[in-house]
């Protein structure tokens, strides 16, 4: 298995602000995904961050909304960006790790939006 | 469009009771079908299923895939309140140019009362 760390764990922010959620995985991964599970609801893709490449969006969301970086093979960034309330959520980073084929999830980042 | 369906969505039981949860899957590229354990934030890896027929078995806890019929059945046997959690199936699915993703179903949500 794998030990993904979410910075922050959680966080109230005021609308029109943005936040920039850190994952950290302890060891080297090809690729890392990051999630957001609305309140009752399941988790739902944002994007596949890639290192060396783009990221991959899924449907409903964009990159001016969601940048993503992803500077190496063990750290993944997402921003989000001009909050409003409905982007309150949990939000959670995933590492796919070859000799297991599965993917792994971090603690999460619990997001609040005034 | 790729399709994760859990059921039942909630389900109460008492301690020591045997359940059974069910996923079906209608999805491209399949690959394998996860099992993931939701307490609080992040989700933890329960199973993964590649082949139709053979059980995993953790403990309490083993599950089968049939990718004839397309589902999945997780078993808990003797049922305790720490089992209490939302329980997640998810498709892992091929995405192309060597990238896999996760579709999620929504997830059952397990009671157990002492």
């Known amino acids: 298995s794998a030990v993904i760390s979410q910075k922050p764990s959680r966080d109230i922010c005021q609308r029109g602000t943005s936040l920039t959620i850190q994952c950290q995985v302890d060891?080297?991964?090809?690729?890392m995904f990051w999630y957001r599970q609305q309140p009752g609801q399941s988790l739902t893709l944002i994007a596949t961050a890639n290192q060396g490449s783009e990221a991959t969006y899924e449907s409903g969301f964009v990159i001016d909304k969601f940048p993503i970086s992803r500077p190496n093979l063990t750290f993944s960034t997402l921003t989000v960006s001009n909050m409003s309330p409905e982007d309150s959520s949990i939000y959670l980073c995933s590492a796919h790790l070859w000799e297991a084929d599965t993917q792994y999830f971090g603690p999460g980042t619990r997001l609040t939006v005034l | 469009e790729d399709k994760v369906v859990q059921s039942p969505l909630s389900l109460v039981v008492h301690e020591g009771d045997t359940v059974t949860l069910n996923c079906s899957y209608e999805?491209?590229?399949?690959?394998?079908l996860l099992w993931y354990k939701q307490e609080k934030k992040a989700p933890t890896f329960l199973f993964m299923l590649?082949?139709?027929?053979i059980e995993k078995k953790s403990g309490r806890l083993s599950s089968i895939l049939d990718k004839k019929e397309l589902f999945s059945i997780l078993n808990i046997t003797a049922t305790q309140t720490g089992d209490s959690a939302v329980y997640l199936c998810a498709a892992n699915l091929y995405s192309g140019a060597g990238s896999y993703q996760l579709t999620f179903g929504k997830g059952t949500k397990l009671s157990v009362i002492p």
């Open positions: 590649t082949s139709s027929g």
């Open positions: 060891s080297q991964v090809t690729m």
């Open positions: 999805v491209t590229n399949f690959r394998s």
